[in-house]
């Protein structure tokens, strides 16, 4: 029976070691305490955004996971290490198996194309802007990056076909038979519980340079001579988003009042460019007070419509890593201007860490621990925390979360371990429950446990670094 004991031990500690592991480094996914969707599995996350959220960058295989779906069988939704996806995961959204976005249902859905503007947003919406998109996108579909046409005149209506809205009269003669395959996009606006704006930079940057490359005679091989009209259009382009930009927020809060609405702001796409490649002056990096400029503006909007604002202006672009000039912008553009795998990922972390900044109320939660005068090691839902305190035996965890669900505490002796786990509830204080318990896992259980209870020890000890 004893020997039967000293395994059980072994065993239990080895259990707990696999589940602080578990717990602690888990898939390298992004954890957020804020959800958007209900234990009933209501409310539903809807993305707004331009190639960013179209998840250029995001991996190695882009081009061809995506393949299929740009071919125009569904819309982009699921995409591997994009941050619309692990946005959508952290918050509570179900992964689907199907990359694609077929239609209305499920809970994420993400109106996001490359090449996005505001003023897009304001057509699918029904708000007349007097901007006409289909041209913009009709002028620039001959422009050559990459080898390859950027096909923009196409998007456009598939931008209507998958979230226009019947018996809305759209410029250039666009008119739909009934409402897009996913479903009017202010629809889909009203049914959402968090709503993710990031856009902008097309209006600035992208329609800037893409009309005074026509201007230019539809030539996308740039130099310094295109500096000085790039800049006039860019002060045009400004002007206009400073009015489209507000006008899409105002709507899309008046369509859902109750909504959690995210404004991302922009980053400098083109701050590692310079001028060729014997120059090492970053002529883009004197666009950040451009940015800079809009990010102040952007914020206070947020402070006007109430919509979390997230500042992204430091986030990887993969223009880091490559020569990036005007000279070769063609060659390089789509590999320069967008996120690195790790920018998709920053940018999720950053609006993920913006809600549960608003949104999660922090409390101390006490416990009643029992016979423990002592507490060395403190775990919050698998997070090892450190600014606790025990004092006649009651155990409080200082800023910790409403929405906490478990609490394990656990003291060790040498090679003596003990450890409580408690279901907690909440209800203008907390009530916790006592789940799991082992206490006193022996002393001398061999050579091989107390290796292990050290293990364990200087697991906490990382943890809580």
């Known amino acids: 029976m004893k020997r039967l004991t000293k395994l059980l031990s072994v065993l239990l500690i080895f259990a707990l070691a696999a589940s602080l592991c578990s717990s602690a480094f888990a898939d390298g996914g992004i954890q957020s305490e804020y959800k958007a969707i209900d234990e009933n599995g209501n409310g539903g996350v809807l993305i707004l955004g331009d190639s960013f959220g179209a998840g ?29 996806g692990l946005v959508a995961e952290a918050v509570g959204c179900t992964r689907e198996a199907n990359s694609a976005l077929l239609d209305s249902t499920g809970n ?44 923009f005149s196409d998007y456009y209506q598939r931008l209507l076909d998958y979230f226009g809205e019947y018996g809305v009269s759209y410029s250039d003669g666009c008119e739909l038979t009934a409402d897009g395959k996913v ?20 209006d600035i940057f992208a329609r800037s340079i893409f009309s005074t490359v026509s201007q230019l005679g539809g030539s996308a091989e740039v130099s310094a001579e295109i500096i000085e009209p790039l800049m006039q259009s860019m002060y045009t382009e400004l002007n206009r988003f400073q009015s489209s930009y507000p006008l899409a927020v105002k709507t899309i809060r008046e369509l859902n009042p109750d909504a959690t609405i995210v404004t991302v702001g922009m980053t400098n796409v083109a701050f590692n460019i ?3 490649e014997d120059s090492v002056l970053p002529i883009g990096s004197a666009l950040s007070a451009i940015t800079a400029v809009m990010n102040r503006q952007m914020k206070s909007w947020a402070a006007q419509y109430g919509t979390v604002y997230v500042d992204i ?37 950053l609006i993920v860490n913006a809600l549960n ?25 698998g997070k090892v925390v450190t600014d606790f305190t025990v004092e006649n035996n009651v155990l409080t965890v200082h800023g910790g979360s409403v929405n906490a669900k478990n609490l394990t505490i656990a003291v060790v002796n040498g090679t003596n371990l003990a450890v409580s786990t408690y279901q907690l509830s909440y209800s203008n204080g907390y009530t916790a429950y006592r789940i799991y318990t082992t206490n006193s896992v022996v002393t001398t259980v061999s050579k091989a446990a107390a290796k292990v209870t050290s293990a364990v020890k200087s697991l906490f000890g990382k943890l809580a670094k």
């Open 56 to 84: 250029i960058g995001s991996s190695e295989n882009y081009e061809e996971e995506t393949e299929t779906v740009r071919a125009g069988d569904g819309w982009l939704r699921w995409i591997t290490g994009a941050y619309t």
């Open 108 to 151: 994420f859905w993400t109106c996001v194309m490359p090449g996005m503007p505001v003023t897009a947003v304001l057509d699918l919406l029904g708000v007349d802007d007097g901007f006409d998109d289909p041209g913009y996108y009709h002028s620039s579909s001959t422009l050559s990056f990459g080898g390859k046409d950027m096909v």
């Open 183 to 202: 479903g009017a996009l202010s629809d889909m606006v009203r049914k959402s519980s968090l709503i993710v704006i990031e856009l902008g930079m097309n």
């Open 274 to 276: 310079t001028l060729n």
């Open 313 to 349: 202006s430091n986030i990887d672009l993969g223009g880091s890593q490559y020569d990036f000039t005007l000279a070769n912008m063609n060659e390089c553009v789509n590999d320069c201007v967008h996120p690195t795998p790790e920018g998709h990922a920053q940018i999720a972390r």
């Open 357 to 381: 900044d608003e949104f999660v109320k922090k409390t101390d939660v006490k416990v009643d621990i029992g016979h423990f005068d002592r507490v060395d090691y403190v775990l919050l839902d």
